[in-house]
């Protein structure tokens, strides 16, 4: 598949020394060309999804339609996007380790981990 892109950031056995880096999880981003759900099919994207959902361990995660953007130009690029495109997600084109145990938004699809589960459960 071409352009795929795949980031996958561990934490170390050793945790941080600082504080505000105590939410930080290991993170699994994928990326898909759109070339790929436009070839295959939005219910090929959400099989994928579930099968490498299924063998992964999970606090959190989501699919979304998303259009990606490099850090250093992300404030420039929500600039032409959100008055274009209401409602498409805007994505840094990387992991982010400090999405820690909770849900960003509402997506297309939600995984929602043993971690969260709970939580949910004693909120009720």
Request: hydrophobic share 40%; glycine share 6%.
């Amino acid at each position: 598949m071409d352009d795929l892109y795949v980031d996958y950031r561990g934490l170390d056995v050793i945790p941080l020394p600082w504080p505000d880096r105590k939410d930080d999880v290991s993170v699994l981003y994928l990326r898909l060309p759109t070339e790929y759900l436009e070839e295959q099919g939005p219910e090929r994207v959400r099989a994928l999804a579930l099968d490498v959902a299924a063998e992964l361990p999970f606090n959190s995660g989501y699919v979304d339609f998303s259009l990606c953007s490099d850090v250093w130009d992300f404030d420039k690029a929500l600039k032409l996007i959100r008055p274009r495109y209401p409602g498409v997600h805007l994505a840094a084109g990387e992991a982010n380790l400090r999405m820690n145990t909770w849900v960003d938004g509402v997506h297309w699809m939600n995984f929602l981990g043993q971690p969260l589960k709970v939580r949910l459960r004693d909120v009720r």
